[in-house]
């Protein structure tokens, strides 16, 4: 017997169950396969054998259909980070002999950073040890898109999708009244840009968009912000700022730190307000006007009734490469996206050692930025833009997006 | 000649625009009318006399289906309270002036309360004048849904539909640790609990929705709320909290301002928080586990990707009866919704004396809360369900909603 289990791990995005769902396809009609199972909770479920039979869960295209327009990880997730196996090995031992228990032979994890150095060490592991009857395969997914080895990542695009769409309706809403205001939006990402650099796609058809854009990458300096808005309010009633929570300055302190590290409540409890909501207060004290902050907070990463079709449809097919190239024999590798040109778009997909994924972060590169730093290059845009086209058809049920559960 | 002038007022929706389609639709087919004009800012504009020609900027049939996707008053709005005639009658001179000198006839106005307040005045002025060439209608409009003497309000079945969806996409974030956290979602309404009931509505398809929801009608116990979250982590990891920003204690204070009217920050400026952030920290220091605030902000009453499609129906329908009142000769009404029944959901629209709904607030009704004040009951989602059925067909362009300026 040759069973496949399949778990995902770190943050939900859109995107993360239609990868799933392609490992699925691809272990349901491989003939290879026969059990097909979920870990619940990534890998801490594994280690505690919490499965989930997949062959009863999924019962027909509908349910995949539905699976892929579920957000968040259907399977559950974890934060949980394998010990080095040198210090303690006991834990790989534990994992290994379950495998062998339920003759899993196939093992694919979905996940960014911290899951892909799982998927690294399990690996290594085996191959130090001689299993060759077990491989481990990744599936890359964050929403932060800052995963080396693959131009994009799953989920990233969806939330692009969200973050462009909210940031036009934002500017239809914000231009309303003729009187000058500052609407400050802050968008994910400590260390990386990449999702706030896709407010400027709301101009896509031609809207302005968001006046100002600072990335986390550069240093952020509160008096070149207040500049920039000041001169933004002298041609404009409303001035609409995206902000990613990472901004710090030339220090590489958090501006949301540095600002407010001393603000306390009535109990003298300290607040730490998020870096829209510390901007805002230095409108407020410094220019005067009236002025909003707001958060994307989970909704950009959970929206999946605004995915990006391409999104959904290339994380299908990165679970079925994961799944192939399991069933191929191959193991330690990541289910990659190869981008072959931006205009017409052309992707190919294929597997890339996992060690040179693992801890390592992709930032948004100089000459994505503008040399102010408060607005993105054309560069950007083309290497943006084709991953919101297209929209996922969600079916609703009673007023609202139909979901599946899988435990 | 005869022309007719459209306005809209008060704070944008996503179902605003639909009604001036339907104004438009129904004054381009009437013959009956020469010029078709917006005021752009309310009766601001009228005031200043900044007019579109509506013929111009609506040339088809595309025009008008983006005009009905796009978000926020597409003719822009206005805070802007007309005097008190008896007082001084000038703006109302100035105004009849104004309609006289353009051979304007019809004068519709869409928005909520204070705009039926412009409705009921400025007809009040043109019937104790003797003007009857003037006739003025208004046309309801509030994510609120606080407007009496209609059964719901344009915007608000659009709102609740995006609260719906995105309760139900939080819950599947929120659930996929097996760690014991807490979030709290703020909807908007400081006086009117509606927008915040409509987050039941994510339980349509089976899923539990909101652990506990909090409207601003019942007064709300900060020992009640620590005692009721206790007890929903007795029994579930993740617990989601639904609370209207104008939550009040016994004594009608908002917790927000109760509970944190002292914190200030490194340069001593106070902080006002929202409700959910001011819970968030009661949360974290009396219970101590996982805790995250989320406030819908602007999204929720912009979000015309995932509108409603009877509630964009039914602001045209509105915009139709409106602009056939005034053709009829009809002036200080107000075009309002009569349900006629629920199941099977059925409605008919009419026009109602305006000054029965100007300066008045429609609350939820106690039978619509439970008991414990901590949920609503089978009557709130009797009410609430039609309203967010049928999703608009958005046309996207580029990867996001294609959206039509008007100025």
Redesign the interface.
Known sequence: MKNLLVA?SGG?TAAINATVAGVIMSAFTSGKVDNVWGAV?GI?GVLEERFVDLREKITGTVDLDTLCQ?????L????FKLKDPAVDPSQYEEIIRIFRKNEIAYFIYVGGNDSMDTVDKLAAFCAKNGIDDIKVIGAPKTVDNDLVGTDHCPGFGSAA?YI???F???E???????TKAV?IVEVMGRNAGWLTAASA??R??G?KGPNLIYLCEPAFSLDQFVADVRKQLETNDSVVVAISEGIKDANGVYISES?????????G?S?I?GSARVLE?VVR?QIGCKV?S??????Q??????A?ATDIQESKMLGLTACQLALDGQSGLMAAVERISSAPYQVQFKGIPVCEVSNKEKKVPADFINAEGNDVTDKMIEYL?PL????NQVV????????I?LY
Chains 1, 2 share one sequence.
């Open positions: 995902q939900p909770n801490k579920t957000p968040a990880a259907a559950g997730s974890c934060r999708k462009a769409t909210t036009a309706e934002l239809r809403d914000c231009n309303v009244y003729d609407t796609l709301a896509n058809n809207a600002v407010q590290s001393g603000a306390v409540d009535n109990f409890h607040y307000a207060d004290n909003r707001i958060e994307l907070n989970l909704m990463r959970c929206a999946a009734h605004v990006s833009s919101i086209q297209g929209e609703y049920e009673n007023g609202i997006p139909k979901h559960a």
